[in-house]
């Protein structure tokens, strides 16, 4: 069973526009949220994250927010841009000597 | 230059035959681990290992093998039990599995065994 889930398999926006991406996860245990970002034939890089403790990370375009009651996540690319195009992974993970569960990705591509 | 070096970028096998997948990290991290993507189902964990000669299997462990006799070194063998072989694998290493710190990510192999 599932428990990062990235219901969007893929995403079109306008150049210029906000791109929102969305994660949902059912474990209200995880404390640790992250976001990849991944082209094809290459391996993920890390781009932001969040603890448990915050509703809102920011890094320049990039921002995460958090909503624990929903045990929602989501990602806000502004403004989004022809190179942010690639697929993106939501992660989570619980406190101790535990791995990342990753979804299953978002297909973002901006257009032009 | 720190990183994770997987090799070879692609690789190819005949059915039957054990394979085994080359990942070495410069960046002294404790935690390292194998991921495997399919089209559709995102990153499954197959095998983690948080310190030398120790290591836990993932959701996706059966017919794999791993080894961790280095720090810097963290081998998977794909053997002729797993019935899917044919992804692109994934190696990634942490800090330390016990801290909130990102996973760093290799450029990934490509197997197809046919």
């Known amino acids: 069973d599932q428990q990062v889930k990235q219901n969007s398999p893929s995403l079109s926006v306008q150049e210029g526009r906000i791109s929102i991406l969305n994660c949902d996860y059912t474990?209200?245990?995880?404390?640790?949220f992250l976001w990849y970002k991944k082209y094809p034939a290459e391996g993920p890089t890390f781009l932001i994250s969040?603890?448990?403790?915050?509703d809102k990370n920011e890094d320049g375009r990039f921002t995460v927010f958090l909503n624990k009651s929903a045990k929602h996540l989501s990602l806000h690319i502004v403004p989004s841009q022809p190179g942010d195009s690639a697929v993106y992974y939501c992660?989570?993970?619980?406190?101790?000597?535990?791995?990342?569960?990753f979804g299953k990705g978002t297909r973002l591509s901006v257009i032009a | 230059d720190g990183g994770i070096t997987q090799s070879p970028k692609y690789l190819f096998r005949k059915e039957g035959q054990n394979v085994t997948l080359s990942c070495e990290q410069n960046?002294?991290?404790?935690?390292m681990y194998w991921y495997r993507q399919d089209p559709g189902q995102g990153l499954r964990l197959i095998y983690y290992?948080?310190?030398?000669?120790?290591?836990q299997k993932g959701d996706i462990a059966e017919g794999y093998s791993v080894s961790r006799e280095k720090k810097e070194s963290f081998p998977l063998t794909v053997t002729s039990a797993q019935k899917n072989p044919t992804a692109f694998y994934l190696c990634?290493?942490?800090?330390?599995?016990?801290?909130?710190?990102?996973?760093?990510f290799g450029n990934g192999t490509r197997l197809t065994v046919t």
């Open positions: 990634a290493s942490s800090i330390q599995a016990a801290y909130n710190s990102p996973l760093h």
């Open positions: 474990n209200s245990m995880f404390d640790y």
């Open positions: 969040i603890s448990s403790i915050k």
């Open positions: 992660a989570a993970k619980l406190s101790g000597n535990t791995p990342l569960v």
């Open positions: 960046l002294n991290h404790d935690a």
């Open positions: 290992s948080q310190i030398v000669n120790d290591f």
